[in-house]
Each structure stands twice: as C-alpha cells, then as structure tokens.
C-alpha cells in the first residue's frame, strides 16, 4: 500500500504495519509481563488488554514446508500474525487463555518423524534460549569454525534447560565463527567464539592481481602486513610479507585480499568465553572473558565443546544463588573459584592483552591468587 512521504516502496515497511491489532491499539501503553510457564508470557496494558506470547524455538536453516507450516500455524490461532526474535525463536501471539492453551499443546504436538519436536516450546526466563549465531562455513569467508554444526550440537545438549526454568537465571548462548564476532558473543553468558591460530598463507602468483595490496596493508590491526617483491615463476612480482609475530590471526587481510587464505583445520577451532551480558535494571552490561582457549573443530557433533559447555552450565546452576547471571557469580566467587570449581585449566591466554583497550574486558594483571 503507497506509504505517507514516500516516493518509492522500496525498503521495509512500516513496522506497525505488521502488529496484531492488540500490539498496534495498546502500543507504548504495556504496564508489566509474567512468564506463566516455559515458553509462555502473559502481557497486560492498562485499561486490562492481554496479550499472550507462545515462543518456539527455529531451526538453523528453514525450509519452504517449514516456514509455511509455521504460517498456518498463525493462519490458525493468531490473526497470520507471527514475529521472529534475535534468537531464532518465532513468536505466536493470542489474546485469550483458552486460545494460547490450544496453541501450546497444538505446537508441542507436532513432531518430526524421528519424533522429536517441531516446534518446542521453551526459551524463555531462566533457561536456555535458542542461540544467536553468525553464518558458518558455507556462507561467509573468514570462518574459524561452523555455525549450523556446533549450534544444532550444542542446543541438542542442553536442550532440557530450553524447555524448563531450573537455572538460577537466563543463560544465553551465542556462536560467531571468527574474532569479528558478528554474533554477539561477547555480551552473552557463554559465548563460543571461532580462532585461527596461524597467520595466513600468502598466494603470490595471485596477491598483486586479485588484491589491491595498499587495501590489505590498511585492513591489518597491527601492522602485520606490508608490501613486497618475490621472485616467482622466474619473474620479479608484487606480492605482500606477513611478519607473523605480529599477526593476531583475525582475518582482516583476507577479507580484503583473496590471496591471503587463512582457514586451516589444525590451526582452527573454537574458544570460550563467559560472564557476558547485557545491562539490565540491577546491574551494567558486561563483555565475557576467555575461559577455554581453544577446543578443535570435531564435525559433525562437535563433543569436546557440548560437553564442556553442558559442564560450565551445570557448575553454575549448582553453585549460583538465584536471579545470578554467570558472570556475576563468577565475579562473586572470584575467577580463581571458578576456575577451580569448574576445573577448566588456566593458562596465561586467559589473560587479556593489557595493550589493547579493545579487549580491557577481565585482568590486566597476572596477580590471580591460584
Ligand atoms: Fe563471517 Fe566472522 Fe561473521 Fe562468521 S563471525 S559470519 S566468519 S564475519
Ligand atoms: Fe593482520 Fe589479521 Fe591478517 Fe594477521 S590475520 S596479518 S593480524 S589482518
């Protein structure tokens, strides 16, 4: 439909355009909302409007049938009104119980042949919530590991804690495959973030013709990069130097030079960070730290990751008091206890880089009274 003040249609529409008519006639008008069960919120408006959020946790990649059947799911019972959230969940919204009863168990009810759920519901509260992930191997060009792979792997683990309230608060999970990090991972309770540990490998029969070399040289954080000339195929060619020790292996330079790969599958594999989070009404947000320097790469199931995040999650529901995040129970512990009653290994990479203000994120200091 022709929008006020616009000349064309492209980009998004309006967003209001796409509320439920409850959303839409009570907006900026929510007085408070109430988790009544896993998966399920209660919102009230003033003036007694109610609004019922049924969550469900999506899939990784979505096929056609999959996101019709989501459709005629809120063909049904919502109005084919529906949202999708930062965490992959998709939301379904109703206005009365009797409706959000019915839709609940209508969801749960569908099940893969294999028999597990289709659309679980869950995610919400003190659990685990679905994952916010980057893109993976197939789809970008820096990746130190996947995302379909260890998300699927590490959400079939604790998928107990999606479907229920045990833990003392949230615990939100993220992935990104490399250290650019367009996955959030530093503000979530457990993020698993991809590592390259060599420097790229330099292609010179293709550096002067498919990379404007000055543009590597820049995209590089610390100087790592610099112009030069080797003899190849018997001629004299521009091609660029790595000075490894001063590589921090992020990628940079092949995001701008093809001819610099830098993915190799005994260098590459996955860290861990904890205690991220976001600010909330009590407390600052906080960026997580390192806590496991590096696990390899094990497709398809990834088991040395899925376990040693299953055993960070319940170190903390065992040990947190309630409405503590697990950042702030580490804090409230000290990292030495942590690191103690988790038994992870602390090694000096767990220490940040004093000289990067980027990374002022735990102890600039070695003083850890182990
Ligand atoms: Fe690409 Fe890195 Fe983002 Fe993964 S985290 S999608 S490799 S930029
Ligand atoms: Fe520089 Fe990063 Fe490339 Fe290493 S990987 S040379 S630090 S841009």
Known sequence: KPMEGRITDIGPHKYDDYFPPVIKNNFGKWLYHEILE????????????KCYTVRVGGTRTMSITHIRELCDIADKYCGGYLRWTTRNNIEFMVEDEAAMKALRDDLNSRKFDGGSFKFPVGGTGAGISNMVHTQGWVHCHTPATDASGPVKAVMDTVFEDFKSMRLPAPVRIALACCINMCGAVHCSDIGLVGIHRKPPMVDHEWADQLCEIPLAVAACPTAAVRPTK???????????????DRCMYCGNCYTMCPALPISDGEGDGIAIMVGGKVSNRITMPK???VVVGY????????????????????????????YERLGSWAERIGWETFFKLTGLEFTHHLIDDFRDPAYYTWRQSTQFKF
């Open 295 to 322: 696990i390899p790469n094990e497709p398809p199931r990834w088991p040395t990751l899925t376990k040693t995040v299953k055993h960070i999650v319940e170190v903390y529901a065992a040990n947190a008091n309630k």
């Open 230 to 244: 080797v003899e190849h195929d018997g001629k004299k060619v521009n091609s660029i130097a790595i000075k490894e």
């Open 287 to 289: 960026f997580s730290k």
């Open 38 to 49: 896993p998966g399920v919120l209660l919102h009230v408006a003033e003036g007694g409007a």
